[in-house]
């Protein structure tokens, strides 16, 4: 009988206890795979795979994931201007889908038994990898090891002293989970209510002080150039993301509600999906009709809700899907965005589906394709329901 476990292994605390409590207390052989969904670089991929190892795994992989999940999902969020809560986007939430995707697939490659995750029994990651595992490989057996035994992080550090592993506590202290959509960042600080994260909690710190003007180009509502340079959405994200993180853009805490019913906070770092969603939304500002925003609006939040809740694969997300890629015709252009320390200002557009450029008219300026006669009779028919009601009940 097999007895491998592919371990969901991200060379954090949580993964690293997992490895010794899979390998010692339950006589199984670890396999470890971490999902790269863009948020590593080929050194730190390499530092992991070299900690799996240190750590006695029997092998290690790393599944490359990176362009599929962009076209699988962040497509969408972008085309949906997704923000949860008006705050966050989704850059664990998304990327945890398609994570558990890829490792059930490994799994099953490998002929595993097991599989395993790091989750804790309080937050939303343990929901949406058992969900995409039950869904897809119900004979499979899920091991969840630090919900099971109910382990705080000292508990971990302590377990893993035991077994030779020293654990920096200082790093220890702060959960980070890097994507190409954005990091999340959780500790103390998260725990509570009122206290902020401290300024070096966050990966990225204030490198460059001098604003600096960037341009934005969208096809279709895909990024597929930044300053004039044209490349794939991916790097698009990459390239701007480096480049937004040397003025600590994108940091923000996110408060909402959980999967499991409780309110949650956590902090996060997202340069490039904050900048994009609101050059993207400000297009779409110039190049939509006022009815198609209204219904996007709608279906954008939609789509960010069953994203956050695991219901990516609900047949009613293809057709949410299928309508935003719909509205995104004329989504075509432009946009300048001037970064700052901090912060980021979308100084507006160039778009030859531009409708500001109708000639109908300027803004509180000029009318010229209609005379104030036209709007006098329209205002009074506009009104007739109004009056019709106070004329009826007083």
Request: hydrophobic fraction near 40%.
């Amino acid at each position: 009988m097999s007895n491998k476990v592919v371990l969901a292994f991200s060379g954090g605390l949580d993964t690293s206890f997992c490895v010794k409590y899979l390998k010692h207390d339950k006589n199984l052989e670890v396999h470890s795979a971490i999902v790269n969904t863009g948020g590593f670089s080929e050194e730190e991929l390499k530092a992991v795979e070299q900690k799996a190892y240190d750590l006695g795994v029997t092998s290690h992989i790393t599944l490359e994931e990176t362009k599929a999940y962009y076209e699988k999902i962040i497509k969408y969020l972008i085309f949906g201007n997704v923000l949860k809560n008006n705050t966050y986007p989704l850059s664990v939430s998304a990327e945890r889908i398609y994570q558990a995707i890829a490792l059930i697939e490994y799994a099953k490659k490998v002929d595993a038994k097991y599989i395993a995750h790091g989750s804790t029994g309080a937050g939303n990651d343990q929901v949406r990898f058992d969900l995409v595992f039950q869904l897809l490989a119900p004979e499979m057996e899920i091991i969840t090891p630090i919900r099971d035994l109910q382990l705080s992080r000292k508990d971990e550090i302590e377990y893993l002293a035991k077994h030779g592993v020293d654990v920096d506590w200082k790093k220890a202290q702060y959960s980070i989970n890097k994507g190409l959509w954005g990091t999340s960042v959780g500790g103390a600080e998260t725990l509570t209510s009122d206290k902020a994260l401290p300024s070096e909690a966050y990966p990225s710190q204030l490198k460059e002080e001098n604003p600096q003007v960037v341009t934005i180009e969208f096809e279709k509502g895909e990024p597929v150039g930044l300053n004039g340079v044209k490349s794939s959405p991916v790097e698009v994200i990459q390239k701007l993301e480096a480049l937004a993180n040397t003025y600590a853009i994108g940091r923000d805490v996110h408060v909402g509600d959980t999967i499991i019913g409780i309110k949650g906070r956590v902090g996060f770092e997202a340069a490039a999906a904050s900048i994009i969603i609101k050059a993207h939304h400000t297009l779409e500002k110039h190049t939509l009709s006022k009815w198609q925003l209204h219904w996007k609006e709608q279906m954008g939040s939609w789509y960010g809700m069953f994203i956050h809740e695991a219901q990516y694969f609900d047949p009613v997300m293809r057709n949410i899907e299928a309508f935003l890629t719909d509205t995104q015709e004329t989504v075509t252009g432009t946009v300048f965005v001037e970064l700052l320390p901090y912060r980021f200002t979308v100084q507006g557009i160039e778009s030859k589906h531009d409708l500001m450029k109708s000639g109908f008219g300027d803004y509180g300026e000029m009318n010229n394709k209609w005379t104030g006669d036209d709007v006098k009779g329209f205002t009074k028919i506009m009104a007739n329901s109004m009056k019709i009601f106070k004329h009826v009940n007083g």
